[in-house]
């Protein structure tokens, strides 16, 4: 077969692509504040440049749950008539479903109006948003995304305990086996399907490997622009979640699935670069630290607890983020430390990079990395001030970041130095969403009250 067309630019280039592999079937994905693929599904003869599609603007704009907002500043954003949103596919996104039957495809759309203009709090558009300030300053951002999820049995009754799978052996993980090569190839079977799907859909994985807690594993993306990686780990979550399942188990992004067990968390390394020499701007020409690494840092220290909420986004995230369990507490920073909020792992000058350690996995990755360049641009165009380098246990230090999600959404209101870089109409709807979860949690009796008040208070 001719697939000479690897990475479609234009509408023309995307139906060659389609034709070439005998495409029958299009998925036509928008990614929701959950991060969740939205969407509708088309024969091939239905997807034509001219024909434009169209989803309802709060299919981006509701909660993990399907529920949104019924009065309040959500509707100074979104259209209390809830029109339509238009879809544009971008060419470049597209990917074939290695797991369907029949030839399938699935391409992105981006979200705009009638007029053209671009739906301000989608997430895919928040993020081009803040690449473009970078690009309009001649900076091109670079991103590598470190994703930790659990492999866990078939649980259908969410009133039970999730419990690690049974793996080639019969036996389930019972102890920690970090970094164990046997504890994965327990799963091979499964990670065969993962990794072909992978290479099928032209994913960047990188490196496999075991984590700290039982059936927790780790994902390493290789380095590219923030926009093409977060719709890799898009796809990647879409794409695991599908191959556990054939297993007979679930794949789980959420921070923090089992008690007593680490929590998962999505590292994002990023350096900047200089869009026309592609030095990075981290480092000054004799190989040390350049004002702009510090700059950076001093950003994140200074924004990143005011944006917790986008990157811990549920009440499970905060379980996560507690004293020892592997998870930062605080903003400081340090060299080759994995106890700090953010961490600079040792390198050449020209791989110099900031590692944000506060990111669960369960957060959406556009927000995500839409939120720490976020917070670095304003520390580069602030000329922010970073705290001394910590050499010790980040964790003996103070708490920095907020302790749960309500306390998170009070923060990232009263931050409007993000509201100006992310965008006021994200903010608003994104705020207002997380407060409607807030409240349906808030509405429900964990087994630890029954156990502990019932009798005792």
Request: hydrophobic share 40%; net charge negative; proline share 7%.
């Amino acid at each position: 077969m001719n697939t000479s067309i690897t990475t479609p630019k234009t509408f023309a280039q995307l139906e060659n692509w389609l034709n070439e592999r005998n495409v029958t079937e299009i998925e036509c994905l928008v990614p929701d504040l959950t991060g969740v693929a939205r969407g509708k599904i088309l024969p091939r003869e239905k997807f034509t440049e001219d024909r434009g599609m169209r989803l309802p603007e709060v299919v981006v704009a509701g909660s993990v749950t399907g529920n949104f907002p019924q009065e309040g500043a959500y509707f100074d954003v979104i259209s209390a008539v809830d029109k339509d949103m238009h879809l544009r596919p971008d060419p470049t996104t597209v990917r074939l479903v290695p797991w369907a039957t029949d030839p399938t495809a699935q391409i992105i759309h981006d979200c705009h109006y009638a007029n053209g203009r671009t739906v301000p709090f989608a997430p895919r558009s928040v993020l081009k948003h803040v690449v473009s300030l970078y690009e309009a300053e001649g900076l091109s951002p670079i991103v590598a995304p470190e994703l930790e999820f659990y492999l866990v049995a078939r649980n259908t009754d969410p009133d039970l305990p999730l419990k690690a799978p049974i793996g080639r052996s019969g036996r389930a993980e019972t102890s920690r086996q970090a970094y164990s090569i046997d504890a994965v190839n327990e799963f091979d079977p499964l990670f065969e399907d993962m990794y072909d799907y992978c290479d099928k859909m032209n994913l960047n994985v990188d490196t496999l490997i075991h984590e700290l807690g039982a059936g927790q594993m780790e994902i390493n993306f290789f380095h590219a622009d923030p926009l093409s990686l977060a719709d890799e780990v898009f796809f990647f979550k879409r794409t695991v979640r599908e191959a556990a399942m054939r297993h007979n188990m679930f794949a789980t992004f959420m921070a923090k699935p089992i008690a007593n067990e680490p929590g998962s968390a999505m590292h994002i390394h990023q350096s900047i670069l200089n869009s026309k020499t592609k030095q990075n701007i981290f480092s000054k020409k004799d190989g040390s630290p350049s004002p702009a690494f510090f700059h950076y840092i001093g950003g994140l220290q200074r924004y990143l607890p005011a944006a917790t909420a986008l990157v811990a986004p549920y009440v499970n995230s905060y379980r996560r983020l507690a004293k020892y369990t592997a998870a930062p507490i605080n903003i400081e920073w340090g060299y080759d430390n994995r106890t700090v909020g953010i961490r600079s792992p040792l390198s050449s000058p020209e791989a110099r990079r900031v590692e944000n350690r506060v990111i669960g996995s369960d957060a959406n990755p556009y927000i995500s990395m839409a939120m720490t360049l976020a917070c670095g641009y304003l520390g580069l165009k602030q000329k922010s001030k970073h705290k001394p380098e910590l050499k010790g246990d980040a964790y003996k230090s103070p708490y920095a970041l907020p302790r749960s999600l309500g306390e998170a959404l009070d923060w990232l209101r009263n931050e409007p130095a993000l509201a100006e870089v992310l965008g006021k109409e994200f903010i608003t709807v994104y705020t207002e969403v997380k407060e409607i979860e807030y409240s349906e949690f808030m509405r429900v009796i964990s087994p630890w009250e029954r156990e502990h008040l019932l009798l005792h208070v």
